[in-house]
């Protein structure tokens, strides 16, 4: 999979799960900031329920105060930032169908891959779409070009579920325990609210 | 208490606990960004172990994963903004004493106790001050121009450990489970790499 990537400085790691509200705002913003800085970006969808199996924690959405706080301060930054915030109905979902489809699609056209990684948290954040739903990735997906038949079977492979469960248990094997989580060149940065960093460490390298 | 405060816009509150890494850079810098904006800061120390309770949570220090990266991204920031940070050797301290001299001292002179809860939490993480230990207090309250008797006394006075446990009790009422939490006229803001938003929020009022 990195041969693509074998000419040029390594790609930024962006490691999310589908269901964060903070890793909704990062996506919106993770591609141009690498960009400008000459980077590609990797995206890597994940659920987090590994992760907090080690930390103890749960996600925002099902911890007391947490919660209500997310709730508050999702909302204000989409008003700060001037774009669309809506919690799903039920949320939130584990997105297994959603993060498989990824993998899938990884496997022969990483590029589609982000674009549909990127098309599925801003759905689940706009448009309630059901992250858990198998043919509501894959008419998201043909919507992108990609084969829905296809889609439906590489979401139901077991070799794909393998894949994606093995990315998960990388991430927590690197010290991930939240989302959004980036890499760059191995450094790790955690949260939305971290992207002013990443850029200052791609502008001037380690300090 | 809020007798002082009755001219001007309210003061911002800073709650935090003097364990807190992230609240040590934001103690750095509070009390500057208050005063850009017409502000005053009102310093809250609390121990986050109430709010632990509700939220299942433990302290950074103590959850695994979360742990080495504070401790990762402690260092980096203080490379960043140039300021020195050394964890102390018994991390994290409960610091039940400081809290309360804080409390102590605030009731006759919240200006002072305000200077005493900088310093406790910059000696904490710059040269190992025992926050557990109310003779180490007292010896800093000293410089401060405090009564070493008086403070001694006061960290044990069973009023003034009411009027702390009390303060930090309010703090989970209104929803605080995480340090440093700053609110601007009742907005929550939660987390040093917040700063920037609640400046914002100063400047331009609500959003």
Known sequence: LNATHTQGPAPIEFWFDF???YAYFAALEIEALAERHGRTVTWRPFTLGAAFKITGAQGLSRTPLK??????????????????????ERHPRVGLPAIRAFYHVERSDPRTAAALAKQVILGYFRDNLDTDDPDEIARLGSRLGLDRGLMLAGMADSEVKATARQHGESAVARGVFGSPW?????EPFWGSDRLAMVERWLAGGAW
Do not use: N
């Open 19 to 21: 269901a964060s509200g």
């Open 67 to 88: 919660s209500d706080y997310a709730r508050r301060d999702w909302q204000r930054l989409a008003r700060l930032k001037g774009v669309a915030f809506k919690l799903p």
């Open 182 to 186: 980036i890499f760059v060149d191995g």
